[in-house]
């Protein structure tokens, strides 16, 4: 059962809402209050009880983002619909910013418009029973590793930690971290599940992935940016709250496709991976990445900054990052191009090619870091009481 509020400045627009809610088939309770985005300040008590605020304003400013925003900031939980003419990609990106995550236009799509209640009912559902502890790595910049690390990071976990893993790539390019950890073609990818989504269940999921160690299951990416651009933030939420309970681990590597669909991962994730390497350009990359990250209300606690390819004799030093993004990085990971070009000429992880190789072991220094063997079962057995306490860091020194 969703708590639903309803804010329309129309009434005929209000009616149709309330008829679409009714036929979507989704238990709710459903309360309307006259006003529009910029009015949302007037109804902070209403919204506090709500499960999900559903804002329809046909004369959306950028100015009016700001009281979607706090109205967000207050209500940690609280999912935003917004119904409204169609917006530019700037102002969608920056309606998320807001705390907007799920953005419609007229005339509603019935079939979407039900996806999209479906993707709030389940989140709620999976924020209640919660268990597998998700991890994302992401870059502000390409080419620095963060498949390389990601890949083997989830290797580390299933193999030496006997965690279940499922790692999930999220790249939107051309999709290659199954290729890093095994030579057999992915059974189905992402995008597969995506069209099929109705059809999602236990036995389906288990079809679609690629099982490349007893620990580890793969969810290969859609494999190219037209078909990654058709997934939907609903479909990769049915499938993270369909599998969540069956992991302890589930690994996303984004990269460096942040937008909608990412963003719902990022929220959900409980530690962001930000890799990068020793260079000016990538230092700009990741301070705005950062920057978004505050902007999307994220904790700076739960951001890890790693330093890819580190050498110390290299002019952007540690101090410097560190100054540059306000968080000193937490780990850091050695040049290693031997071992790294056998592994992924080979498309096995790293322990299988130079199992005490520099980069290996700092791969699994950087596993342990990120996943303290205590820290799962504990956040099981009790997630409040081991909860971090909010704005706490767990950055620790560098490891070299
Ligand atoms: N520490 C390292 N030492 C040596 N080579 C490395 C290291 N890390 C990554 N590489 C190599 O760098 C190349 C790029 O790595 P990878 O594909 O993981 O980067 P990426 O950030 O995921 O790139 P993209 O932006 O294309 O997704 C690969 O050939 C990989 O083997
Ligand atoms: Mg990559």
Same mark, same amino acid.
């Given at each position: &059962? ?24 989704? /238990? ?52 935003? &619909? ?8 700037? &102002?969608? &990106? ?54 390389l ?30 290729l890093l950890?095994?030579d ?110 505050? #902007? ?25 990052? /560190?100054?540059?993004?306000? /968080? ?9 191009a031997k071992s790294a070009r056998h592994a992924v000429n080979q498309g096995v992880?790293l322990?299988t090619v130079a ?31 081991? /909860? ?6 767990? #950055? ?5």
């Open positions: &059962m969703i708590d639903i509020l309803l804010v329309s400045a129309n009434d005929a627009c209000a009616k149709e809402i309330g008829a679409q809610l009714r036929n979507s088939g989704i /238990a709710h309770t459903l309360h309307s209050e006259a006003g529009a985005a910029k009015t949302l300040a007037r109804h902070a008590g209403s919204i506090k009880k709500a499960d999900l605020l559903i804002i329809e304003d046909s004369h959306l400013a950028a100015a009016d983002l700001a009281a979607i925003e706090e109205a967000s900031a207050h209500a940690p939980h609280l999912a935003c &619909m917004l119904v409204t003419s169609a917006l530019s990609t700037d &102002m969608l &990106m920056a309606a998320m910013r807001a705390g907007v995550r799920h953005v419609l236009s007229w005339p509603i799509d019935p079939t979407a418009f039900a996806r999209e209640l479906s993707h709030v009912a389940s989140k709620k559902h999976a924020h209640t029973r919660r268990a597998g502890r998700v991890l994302s790595f992401v870059a502000g910049k390409g080419g620095c590793g963060t498949t690390i990601a890949t083997n990071v989830a290797y580390a976990l299933a193999a030496s930690r006997d965690k279940r893993v499922l790692f999930v790539d999220l790249n939107q390019q051309f999709a290659d971290a199954s950890l095994s057999k073609a992915p059974a189905a990818t992402l995008y597969d599940l995506g069209t099929q989504i109705d059809r999602l269940d236990a036995a389906f999921f288990e079809a679609c992935v690629t099982r490349v160690h007893p620990n580890l299951d793969v969810l290969a990416g859609a494999g190219d940016p037209v078909k990654a651009g058709e997934l939907r933030a609903s479909h990769l939420q049915r499938v993270l709250t369909l599998v969540r309970d069956q992991y302890d681990i589930v690994l996303c590597d984004v990269g460096q496709s942040i937008n909608p669909l990412s963003i719902h991962v990022l929220d959900q994730s409980d530690a962001l991976g930000v890799v990068l390497a020793q260079s000016v350009p990538h230092l700009h990359a990741t301070r705005r990445l950062i920057d978004l990250f505050g #902007q999307l209300g994220y904790a700076p606690s739960k951001t890890r900054l790693i330093v890819n390819h580190y050498d110390k004799r290299e002019q952007v030093g540690l101090e410097a990052i /560190a100054r540059t993004l306000g /968080a000193k990085p937490v780990h850091v990971l050695p040049h290693d992880p322990y199992k005490n190789g520099a980069l290996t072991k700092s791969i699994d220094a950087l596993a342990t870091l990120l996943c303290p063997a205590e820290t799962t079962q504990e956040k099981r057995i009790f997630p409040r009481f081991f /909860a971090a306490k909010p704005g706490a860091r767990q #950055q620790l020194k560098p490891s070299h």
